[in-house]
């Protein structure tokens, strides 16, 4: 079976400073920064919104009564004040 994920980096520095600036990385916990990257990570790797949360939501995406993917991801990037045309 094929994995739909970029690969999340070790290291999200260099994957976040330019979209968040240096104190938006600085005030997010270590942990966040790793989430946050794989989120990015994933987008960037995706031709759309809709593809990105195909990719993120593989599992819960079944258990909705809506699978509105692009939402969920403008959800999650807006958290912190990004947008998917950011990321691109």
Do not use: W
């Not at 330019?18 to 942990?31: I, Q, T, V």
């Not at 794989?38 to 759309?48: R, T």
Request: with cysteine; charged share 20%; proline share 6%.
């Amino acid at each position: 079976m094929a994995n739909n994920t970029a690969p999340t980096p070790t290291t999200p520095q260099p994957l976040l400073e330019p979209l968040l600036g240096s104190a938006g990385l600085n005030a997010l916990d270590y942990y966040e920064q790793m989430n946050l990257a794989g989120i990015v990570s994933v987008c960037k790797a995706s031709s759309s919104m809709a593809e990105a949360g195909r990719k993120l939501f593989d599992k819960s995406r079944n258990l909705k009564k809506s699978n509105n993917d692009s939402h969920r991801v403008k959800q999650l990037l807006s958290k912190y004040g990004l947008e998917f045309s950011d990321i691109q």
